[in-house]
Each structure stands twice: as C-alpha cells, then as structure tokens.
C-alpha cells in the first residue's frame, strides 16, 4: 500500500513536473516572465537584476549628443548635448503607438501600447543633421544588447520612440526604466532598454 501510495504521488509530481517543463520550454517561451505586474505582464528578455540594473532613481539624465552636419562643422566635432531628466522628457509632446517587440529567439510581447518622446524630435532637439542615424547606450556593462544603432530611416519613423511609459504606466524595470527605445519592424535587440545615452550621428560622407 505504502509503494502503490509513493508510486502514485511520484506519478502526480511527475506530471507536474512535466507540465511545467512544458510550458516554460514552449516555442514562444521568452527566458524570463514578469509575474503579477498587471499591464506589464508580457515577457521580458533579460529582467533588471540579470543585466545588473540597480534601482534608478531622480538622479538619472539622459545624456544626448549630437552632430552638425559634416558639410557644417569643419572639425566634425559633435555639438556639446545636453541632458534630460525623465520629468523634462514627459514634458515634451508625447506620442503613443502600438507595437510588438518581436525576439529572434522566436518569441514576442505581443502588442503592447508605448508612450514616449519620437527620435526624431528628440534628434531635433540636440541639432543633429538631417539623415542622421543613432547610437543607443544603455546602463548595462557588459552583455551583447547594451547597445544598439539605428539608421536614419528608424531615427525618422513616426512610431520610433523613447518609450517612457507602457499600457498606461511608467515602465516597470524589467522593462527598461526609466527609458527604453521601442522602434517599429526591426528585431528585439535594437529596442534598448535602460537607455543612458544616445548619440547622433551625422550620415556617412561619400569619399571622392
Ligand atoms: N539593455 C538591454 N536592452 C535590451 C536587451 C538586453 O538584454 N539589454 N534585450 C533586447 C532583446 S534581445 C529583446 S527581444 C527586447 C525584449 O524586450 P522586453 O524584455 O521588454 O520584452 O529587449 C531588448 N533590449
Ligand atoms: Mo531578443
């Protein structure tokens, strides 16, 4: 009796076991999960602690630079930039859009509604020359996805934005705060998350 009963619980949590293996080895599985977080309940690729990602606090700034154009500036030189912090950036026109965030590994947070300041807008206000791509820097050391460049083409797209907010609150950690880029038709890894800097600049020069 004491065998069958063992056997019989081993059965259950064998089961189990396997359900549970199952479901977190399922083909659109992303490698972590944020739990009980309400609208920001969709998958998360590397979650805050993993990459190394302190709480970030009032002191944050994002620091933009930018670029005259080459034709401008003989010493090609970048403009001083300036820094932003995430008050003056919800202070500036905000723009929403509705975008999956589609990984290579296969999996996607589905669509998810994106608050924030354009690239573009934010290219004007540090002066960066027409047809400049961008340079994203994130908090993270070290890793492959701490930084990302986007062509003038994604630095100009209406739907390329520094998402300050999703589903209507401010980003969770998992999911970059205090600033992360969200940009359409491109995969995952260029939609940094804890973005500290970003750099425009000016488009290639076409040697004679
Ligand atoms: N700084 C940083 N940004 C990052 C990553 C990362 O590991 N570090 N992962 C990238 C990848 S590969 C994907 S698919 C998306 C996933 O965004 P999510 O974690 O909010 O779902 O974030 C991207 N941004
Ligand atoms: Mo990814």
Redesign the pocket.
């Known amino acids: 009796m004491v065998a069958a009963g063992s056997l019989a619980l081993l059965g259950l949590s064998v089961g189990q076991t396997i359900g549970g293996a199952t479901r977190s080895s399922a083909l659109l599985a992303?490698r972590g999960q944020e739990r009980g977080k309400g609208l920001a309940d969709?998958?998360?690729?590397?979650t805050a602690a993993e990459?190394g990602i302190g709480e970030v606090g009032d002191g944050w700034r994002l620091e933009l630079k930018g670029a005259a154009s080459p034709g401008m500036s003989s010493s090609g030189m970048s403009s001083p930039g300036m820094s932003l912090s995430r008050a003056q950036l919800l202070a500036l026109p905000q723009y929403t859009t509705r975008l999956p965030?589609?990984?290579?590994?296969g999996w996607s947070?589905g669509v998810q509604t994106w608050t924030g300041v354009r690239l573009a807008d934010l290219a004007a206000l540090v002066g960066a020359a027409p047809g400049a791509s961008l340079f994203v820097e994130?908090l993270?050391r070290g890793?492959g996805?701490?930084s990302a460049t986007l062509s003038p083409g994604q630095v100009g797209a209406p739907d390329a934005l520094l998402a300050l907010r999703v589903n209507g609150a401010d980003l969770t950690a998992?999911?970059?705060f205090p600033a992360?880029v969200v940009v359409p038709a491109l995969?995952?890894?260029h939609?940094?998350?804890?973005v500290a800097r970003m750099t425009f600049r000016p488009a290639a020069v076409a040697l004679p």
């Open positions: 992303p969709f998958p998360v690729n590397k990459a965030i589609a990984c290579v590994e947070t994130s993270q890793g996805f701490g998992d999911h970059g992360r995969p995952g890894v939609n940094t998350k804890w």
